[in-house]
């Protein structure tokens, strides 16, 4: 059972579960720096309001929010100092659904600056350190809402997921991390890092959880153009189906990618557990796959140079207090607001976008992007679910990789795919590595068959939890 029926289940007192969550955040969170600011006070109120619902199916449940979705009267800095001060006018679609259905608002948790990162260490507030081990990073960017949900601050937690960034923390801190299909949540008040490429999901102790959470935030929104008006599954009820009959793919080039021996371990662990339930799993081949990191690092660059061409000094946050010109004061005030991760996304975008390189660089990213979609269309004629490691490691020592961005980048080698192709995924523990830290196992399925996905996951998930 998930904690959320579990609490319902028991009609817990939703004033001692506020209270339990905020003692425990004041307990654990100067040390692991998980929240930019909590919202709620002791009676459960926040700058949102007291609880909205007096029924719903998340009725009194504790909820934390990245610093990129915005809740009205609440700043939202996206961990910028370019947005210090700022203060959101309206509700993100997926903060009134949450409200709706009676969320408590508890806080923003920390991230990547604009969501720049694999570590959750580019923050203008500094790094969010990973619960199992204060000396090392719980993933990025959605590390604060990672973090929170492992060290029982909050029992969920939103994050966003542009080539990794809800799953790859999931598995550095040992949680279930969810990112929907592109489309089904709607990202109407989610600050945008990659329009293309950005979207929504739960992160939380259980599949269960996390199907109950997506029950609630998915669904087509007239605000956002991209989201799909496609029928909400009731994605609870599919958990504990039969997987006998599926067929998993495994893509052979996801195998052997310098993954650790414990994450190998790990995913092998899960296949065979699915197979012993009756799934037949099936060598397939994404060639084109190969160039995932090469084609996410032209095209998100580009797409966050043109979503971050607007905070300039004069609209939004942070303004150069005595600029001379016009000029200056775009300059000085970008230059000082914008931390160096965020300085180097946006040159690289640019300068891809630049007269004389738009064929280059983007243009021909969108082709192989293009490409690769058609490649996870043809696989999944022949299989349901796809299954790979989520990360290659557990969580790398804090500082170890920040001088070398490149080996920060390939942190995501197996998440980012699922991001170029629209389709959703979801992350489950899998296991430990000889450091005692988590690792992860990815699922992947068809666009828009959240459903199938989700079953998978709890049966692993049942499963290794009945191996102990």
Not at 68 to 96: F, M, Q
Not at 202 to 208: G, Q
Not at 224 to 231: E, M, N, Q
Not at 272 to 296: D, K, N
Request: proline share 5%; aromatic share 8%.
């Amino acid at each position: 059972m998930g904690w959320i029926s579990d609490f319902k289940s028991r009609n817990s007192d939703i004033q001692s579960t506020i209270d339990t969550c905020l003692k425990t955040i004041a307990l654990k969170d100067p040390e692991l720096a998980a929240f930019v600011k909590v919202e709620c006070d002791d009676s459960g109120r926040a700058a949102s309001g007291a609880i909205a619902s007096k029924s719903g199916k998340l009725r009194g449940v504790p909820i934390a929010l990245k610093d990129n979705i915005c809740v009205k009267g609440w700043e939202i800095t996206c961990a910028s100092r370019i947005l210090k001060g700022y203060v959101a006018p309206y509700h993100a679609t997926v903060v009134e659904r949450l409200l709706s259905e009676g969320a408590v608002l508890i806080g923003r948790t920390n991230m990547d600056e604009f969501a720049f990162g694999s570590s959750c260490e580019t923050s203008a507030y500094g790094p969010t350190r990973n619960p199992h081990d204060p000396s090392r990073a719980p993933g990025g960017s959605s590390g604060g809402s990672a973090a929170a949900v492992a060290a029982d601050m909050v029992p969920v937690a939103l994050g966003s997921d542009t080539g990794g960034s809800i799953r790859q923390p999931a598995a550095f801190c040992g949680v279930v991390g969810l990112k929907p299909t592109y489309g089904r949540v709607s990202r109407f008040g989610l600050v945008a890092f990659a329009s293309s490429l950005d979207q929504i999901g739960p992160l939380t102790r259980s599949v269960e959880d996390a199907a109950l959470v997506l029950e609630v935030i998915a669904g087509a929104d007239r605000r956002d153009s991209t989201s799909a008006d496609v029928p909400v599954d009731v994605y609870s009820k599919a958990l504990g189906g039969p997987v006998k009959g599926l067929k998993i793919g495994i893509p052979k080039e996801f195998i052997g990618r310098g993954a650790e021996p414990a994450v190998e371990e790990g995913f092998r662990r899960c296949v065979e557990l699915l197979a012993r339930e009756g799934a037949e799993i099936v060598e397939v081949s994404l060639p084109h796959t190969e160039y995932a990191v090469s084609v996410y690092y032209v095209v998100a660059p580009c797409e966050a140079s043109s979503n971050l061409a607007r905070f300039d000094g004069v609209r939004y946050g942070r303004r150069d207090p005595a600029p001379r010109t016009l000029a200056e004061l775009y300059e000085r005030s970008r230059h000082d607001g914008f931390g160096t991760e965020a300085k180097r996304r946006i040159i690289l975008g640019t300068y891809a976008l630049s007269s004389g390189y738009y064929d280059a660089y983007y243009l021909k990213a969108m082709r192989v992007r293009r490409q690769m979609i058609r490649e996870f269309n043809e696989v999944f004629k022949r299989v349901d679910l796809l299954a790979t490691p989520t990360a290659p490691t557990g969580a790398f020592r804090i500082g170890e990789k920040t001088g070398d961005p490149l080996q920060m980048y390939l942190s995501d080698i197996f998440t980012i795919s699922a991001n170029l192709a629209g389709i959703p995924a979801v992350s489950i523990p899998s296991g430990v590595n000889a450091e005692g830290l988590p690792v992860g196992f990815q699922l992947m399925g068809r666009a828009f068959d959240e459903s199938t996905l989700l079953k998978a996951a709890y049966a692993v998930e049942d499963k290794l939890g009945a191996a102990g």
